[in-house]
């Protein structure tokens, strides 16, 4: 990307902040465990919280070329659907949903989904099936030199 930009060209990104400071991910979590322990993937795992920690990511953006780093957090409710139907069809296509819900059984597997329907009932208002997100606005300028 920095080779993409003039230099002293301006990245702006949207990434997830920390998994636990996601509603609607530990809440999605929570409905589809059915009891078993789900350990958060490590930091650097590729997934989409992998720009979470700052350090991490200035430390890749300095090896890249860029710098003035900013991170500005970004707190605002995310919205699943309008109804409770709209939302559960969307999160039932989710990649983690059926991540989560693949190597369950099919009596399992349908009281998890049960779950997650409950959940979704749950966070249903006038505004929506609204879960609260948490993401950082990552800014950077493209540095003078040639990148890396």
Known sequence: MARSLAPRGRLALLAWRELPRNEWLVEIRAALAHGRDLPLPPPDARTPFSL????????????????????????????????????????????????????????????????????????HGRDGVLFGSSAWLITARRGTGTPS
């Open 52 to 123: 979470a920690d700052p350090d991490r990511v200035r430390a890749l953006l300095n090896g890249s070329g860029y710098d003035d780093i900013d991170f500005e957090a970004v707190d605002e409710p995310i919205e699943f659907g309008a109804t409770v139907e709209d939302a559960f069809g969307f999160m039932r296509t989710l990649g983690i949903v059926r991540g989560l819900a693949h190597d369950l059984g099919e009596r399992e597997g349908a009281c998890a989904l049960d779950a997650l329907r409950a959940v979704v009932d749950a966070h």
